[in-house]
C-alpha cells in the first residue's frame, strides 16, 4: 500500500503529521479519538480500503498525539479542532466525508459547523461529543475535581502510563459544547454504537443523533459491541457506512 506523508506546518514551531491514499471519490477524512493515533486499528482498516478501493483517505494526528509535534498535556478541543479545520482547509478539496472515532466524532460535528461547504456527509463512531464536561467532568469525585482546579491538573490512572487532565482542557471544553441544543448539521449522518461501550453510554450517542437536525440519519447500535468497535464486523459495518455515505 503506498501512502504519501507530509507535515503541515501550523506557523507555532509545530507541525501535523498526515498520511494519504490518493484516489477517487470524496476523501475520507480519518479523525481520531482522545491520546489515540492515526496508527490505530481503524484508521489502519481503512488505509488498506482505500488502496483496495482506489478511494482517497487522509488521516493524521492530532497536536500532541502520535508523530505530530506538540505536548499532549498543552493540547485541547480548540486547538485539536484547529488541526482539523487546518488540514481540511490544505488538504481536502470538497467534498469531504469525516470519519469520526469517540472525540474525533465531537471534532468532525464542530468542522462540519464551521465548514459546511466542505463536508459532505459525516460517520461518527461512539462519538465522544462534549465528553469533557458531560463524560468526564461530571463523573469525577470531589477530590479529583478539587486537584484539578487548584493544582491545574490530575493525573488520570491508565492501564498503559497515567496521563493528565487539565483545568485548560475541562474549561476549554466547555467552550465547544454542542449537545445542549440543535446541532446545524444538514449533511447526511451515520453513528454506530456499541450497547456494551463503558466510555461513551449508547444513549449519550443517541442523544446526539437526536440533536443534529439532518433528517438523513442512521444510528446504528450493535448490542454486542464495546468503545473500540475493531472487530472485523464493527470494520465491515464502518467501511458499508462510509460506501453508502459516498453516494
Known amino acids: 500500500m503506498d501512502e504519501e506523508t507530509g507535515r503541515l506546518d501550523r506557523g507555532d514551531a509545530t507541525a501535523i503529521a498526515w498520511r494519504r491514499v490518493r484516489g477517487a471519490g470524496p476523501t475520507v477524512v480519518w479523525l481520531g ?4 493515533d492515526m496508527a490505530g486499528t481503524k484508521a489502519e482498516a481503512l488505509a488498506a480500503w482505500a488502496a483496495r478501493a482506489g478511494r482517497d483517505f ?9 508523530v505530530s509535534d506538540g505536548d499532549f498535556a498543552e493540547g485541547t478541543i480548540g486547538r485539536w479542532r484547529e488541526d482539523s479545520l487546518a488540514v481540511i482547509d490544505a488538504l481536502v478539496e470538497a467534498p469531504a ?6 472525540m474525533g466524532g465531537w471534532i468532525a460535528c464542530l468542522a462540519a459547523l464551521a465548514r459546511p461547504g466542505k463536508v459532505k456527509a459525516l460517520v461518527l463512531v461512539a462519538p465522544a461529543a462534549d465528553f469533557t464536561e458531560k463524560l468526564m467532568w461530571a463523573q469525577l469525585g470531589p477530590a ?9 491538573y490530575w493525573m488520570r490512572p491508565s492501564p498503559y502510563d497515567p496521563y493528565p487532565i487539565t483545568r485548560t482542557l475541562i474549561e476549554d471544553g466547555r467552550r465547544w459544547q454542542i449537545m445542549d441544543g440543535p446541532i446545524a448539521i444538514d449533511a447526511p449522518v451515520r453513528i454506530l454504537q456499541g ?18 437536525v439532518s433528517d438523513d440519519l442512521v444510528f446504528t447500535l450493535v448490542k454486542d ?12 459495518r464502518l467501511i458499508a457506512a462510509i460506501e453508502e455515505a459516498s453516494t
Open 225 to 236: 459491541a464495546d468503545h473500540s468497535m475493531s472487530r472485523p464486523q464493527d470494520l465491515e
Open 144 to 152: 479529583e475535581r478539587c486537584e484539578i482546579e487548584t493544582r491545574g
Open 33 to 36: 479519538g482522545f491520546k489515540s
Open 97 to 102: 466525508i469525516l470519519v469520526g472515532s469517540s
Open 58 to 66: 487522509l488521516r493524521f494526528d492530532y497536536f500532541g498525539h502520535g
Open 195 to 212: 450497547a456494551l461501550d463503558p466510555d461513551v453510554p449508547w444513549r449519550h450517542a443517541l442523544a446526539l443523533a437526536e440533536a443534529i
